[in-house]
């Protein structure tokens, strides 16, 4: 599986947005780009996923350089319950393993 | 509340000694996944079922089982425990066998042994 570089940690202030990066540069042309977070204490939550195209939903946006060698996930205002651990995951759909492999994620801390 | 429900929320139990860890999917998910979260390891992925068949192997240790039934629930067997056992244990589902989409993870079961 292709791996992903992120930063140990970040801080944001409350009500600013936040942009967190990720490197992939042996990205395969088949390899979505899955975010996902996991706050103080309970399971995973799924953040966005994309392939090519910049992706928005409710939570965030995931802009994806033209390359694929490298993604950003943007909180467009941070609220103290975004702190949390956000991982970057590469998953080639539906390859025989249907499983995230998560690294070690960036830690954010959003101050008030 | 994702939908996926795990039970028990806490277990203590000693070495050499076997639990079991029970996980219900969301309704209507047919995957199933296990992950084991230990602070020096992180989040590990175990094993998928589909449909109640064995799907993917992860870093799943040969004490550990794991099977999905007709109803789709699944069930992590764990026996012979050590001390290095002690972890949350986190199950996931998801509809289709490959994860293009989105993995509804439960909130854990914490196992401690002691």
């Known amino acids: 599986d292709a791996k992903t570089t992120q930063p140990n940690s970040m801080e944001s202030n409350e009500e600013e947005p936040v942009h967190l990066p990720c490197n992939h540069s042996?990205?395969?042309?088949?390899?979505?780009i899955h975010w996902y977070r996991q706050l103080p204490s309970q399971g995973p939550e799924y953040v966005i996923h994309?392939?090519?195209s910049n992706v928005n939903n409710r939570m965030a946006s995931l802009a994806i350089a033209e390359d694929r060698k490298s993604s950003t996930l943007i909180l467009h205002r941070a609220t103290l319950r975004d702190a949390a651990v956000y991982y970057c995951?590469?998953?080639?759909?539906?390859?025989?393993?249907?499983?995230?492999?998560f690294g070690k994620g960036t830690k954010l801390s959003v101050k008030p | 509340d994702s939908g996926v429900t795990q039970t028990p929320k806490h277990l203590i139990t000693a070495t050499g000694q076997r639990v079991t860890l029970r996980c219900s999917p969301r309704?209507?998910?047919?995957?199933v996944y296990w992950y084991q979260q230990s602070l020096d390891q992180g989040l590990q992925f175990l094993i998928q079922?589909?449909?109640?068949?064995?799907?993917a192997k992860g870093n799943i240790l040969e004490r550990f089982s794991a099977q999905q039934f007709p109803d789709l629930h699944s069930e992590l067997n764990l026996s012979s425990l050590e001390l290095g056992d002690s972890a949350l244990y986190f199950c996931?589902?998801?509809?289709?066998?490959?994860?293009?989409?989105?993995?509804?993870f439960g909130e854990g079961s914490r196992l401690t042994v002691l």
């Open positions: 042996t990205i395969s042309g088949t390899d979505y």
């Open positions: 996931a589902s998801s509809v289709d066998r490959g994860v293009a989409g989105e993995l509804f």
């Open positions: 995951i590469l998953m080639n759909y539906g390859g025989s393993q249907g499983n995230l492999i």
């Open positions: 994309g392939l090519t």
């Open positions: 309704s209507g998910d047919l995957s």
């Open positions: 079922y589909y449909n109640g068949e064995e799907r």
